[in-house]
């Protein structure tokens, strides 16, 4: 085994190599350090979720006996489970003719949230359930 130098007999080369060998270890133990902490986080954050799933479940539980709903796919939908296109055409046979602006204030009227009006609009039109007298004027089809 070879003696060791003093500090004092190091080459500049030699006190170069050694500090950027301790450079490295100091990272990689920085590093490890970070690695183990974003893993405990990481399980941490994991039984949080489980927890809230559980406790939802319970309350969705509660409301289900008490009778009343759980939000679910249906909850975006408009008033009584009618989709914005069922609703658009019940306004459009109402109304015999109707421009989209008179359309919208009357779906906005009932509480409805038309923002995608001119897709439902679109769509209604290209299945055959709509038809355009104009620029934004329906009737049914």
Same mark, same amino acid.
């Not at 590093?31 to 990481?42: N, Q």
């Not at 995608?116 to 709509?130: E, I």
């Given at each position: 085994?070879?003696?060791? !130098?003093?500090? $004092? @007999? ?12 301790? $450079? $490295? ?5 920085? $590093?490890?350090? %970070?690695?183990?902490?974003? !893993? ?6 994991? =039984?949080?979720? *489980? ?7 319970? #309350?969705? &539980?509660?409301? %289900?006996? #008490? ?5 679910? %796919?249906?909850?975006?939908? =408009? ?11 019940? *306004?459009?046979?109402?109304?015999? %003719? ?6 919208? *204030? ?6 409805? @949230?038309? +923002? @995608?009006?001119?897709?439902?609009? =679109?769509? #209604? !039109? &290209?299945?055959?359930? #709509? +038809? ?10």
């Amino acid at each position: 085994m070879p003696k060791r !130098k003093s500090i $004092e @007999n190091l080459s500049s080369e030699e006190l170069y190599r050694i500090a950027r060998e301790r $450079e $490295e270890q100091e990272r990689l133990q920085e $590093e490890e350090t %970070r690695r183990e902490e974003l !893993k405990a986080l990481r399980e941490e954050r994991k =039984a949080l979720v *489980a927890r809230h799933r559980s406790e939802l479940a319970a #309350l969705d &539980r509660q409301i %289900r006996a #008490l009778g009343g709903r759980t939000a679910g %796919r249906a909850a975006g939908r =408009a008033r009584g489970g009618a989709s914005l296109s069922q609703m658009v055409l019940d *306004a459009v046979t109402q109304a015999g %003719r109707i421009s989209t602006a008179d359309l919208r *204030a009357q779906l906005e009227g009932r509480g409805v @949230n038309a +923002k @995608n009006l001119p897709q439902t609009l =679109a769509y #209604l !039109k &290209r299945t055959g359930r #709509l +038809k355009s007298r104009g620029r934004g004027v329906y009737s049914p089809a």
